[in-house]
């Protein structure tokens, strides 16, 4: 697919035309209502709870309500869109289905969006947020411009989807119910292959050949840009493959000469024969670096200039949730992060100890999904370890319901610090207010880091207040 100046929708103009969107807060459904409420379309949809995302939609004039209720389903809508979190006995789901209305999937939605447009897709078991966030950033603030369907809110734009003029999409590729083999990429990302997800896919084989698969869908003659040392990545195939590496000078493009300043790196990246130098990343986290190593890679491979490409890294305020600096002085550095997997942990509580060497290092941590829980325990426990206090949350559920014996207590006992309890969210903040006013670190200071993907988010404001009075 050639890049083209303007972007044609396969959906035409809205006209005002009903879509219908049930699962509507779920930050890659957003993206796609936002799609066609931009496009001239009358959005309207239902989810469980309020969050920021659909304050943030009800803002832009799309209609939200938070209870099942079929009379709020639009008459024959042009479309209906669903997650697949959302149970089959759903009643809207169900009243849509026997109304014989056209009710479609997100990752079908998504495939027809992007059916006539040169796509830049990011996928992997983790850092496809920020790169995808990252790469359209960098096309953006270049000028190269894009179309950007995000899995996470950019901090720069305040949004997780935004319309360009020309026919390059940047699409987070989500793995989960193997939703990302709708996509066919002309230039495609493989961050990470962990296993992940197992109560789709089984085993982490199995995770492994749907990204195997999902590399077969890049279209003749495109890019594929690698982590280097995948397990099974030699089966990561396309006619262009190039990999990356935070800092292995086996790999094509990788950083070199990296330097730790005020709470961000300084360094070069080089990529083959070239090297781009000088490159300034306003993030924590040397996981961060090597996610700007794969984002300058695919913006270079774009032709897009040096001097532009370190312009935009500098400029990268980052994505909500995602090693974001909620507070940060000579008392305590508090930073939030969304993430959800033992090798996410690992990364984030390594990058933050890297930085912060003398703080000592208290992890609150909520759980998310029983089946992950349960299957991912040991190695949740073992990334913990690396704080010098945990806290843990009661897991929080999203789509599924309880499982016999699964609980926090599950990685509780399999850690061998000896500094952890598990706490209900309402006793949190009170346990703060204890902490920090009574064992607040005078020569140092403290880091207090929260980390989850449910809804922990929700006492990032009132953890901020406390903080800020002591």
Partial sequence: MKIRETYTS???KGDGR?????????????AVAKFFNANGFRVSGYDKVRTVVTDAMEAEGISIHFEENITMVPL????????????????ELMFCRESGYNVVKRSDILKLITESSFNICVAGTHGKTTISTMVAHLLRHSGFGCNAFLGGVSVNYSTNFWKGDNNVCVVEADEYDRSFLKLFPD???VTAMDADHLDIYGTAEAVQQAFIDFTGNIKPGGMLLKQFGLKRGKELQADQCISYSLQNESADAYAADIMIEEGGYDFNVVIKNKKVEGV????????NVENAVAAIAIASSLEIEDEKIRKAVADFKGVKRRFEYVLRN?????????AHHPEELKALINGAKTLFKERKCTVIFQPHLYTRTRDLADGFAEAL?????VLLLPIYPARELPLENVSSKMILDRMKNDNKACMEKEELVRWIIE???TNLNPEFGEMLIIAGAGDIDLLVEPIKNVLNQI
Avoid: C, W
């Fill in 18 to 30: 009903p879509v219908y969107f049930i699962g509507i807060g779920g930050i890659g459904m957003s």
């Fill in 385 to 389: 370890d690396l704080a010098d206090q």
């Fill in 187 to 189: 230039m495609a990302v």
């Fill in 330 to 338: 000579s008392k305590v550095v508090f930073i939030d992060d969304y």
């Fill in 280 to 287: 300034r990343l306003n993030m924590g986290g040397m996981h």
């Fill in 10 to 12: 396969s959906f035409g």
């Fill in 435 to 437: 902490k920090y006013k």
């Fill in 76 to 91: 024959h809508p042009f479309l209906v869109v669903y997650t697949p979190a959302i149970q089959a006995e759903h009643k």
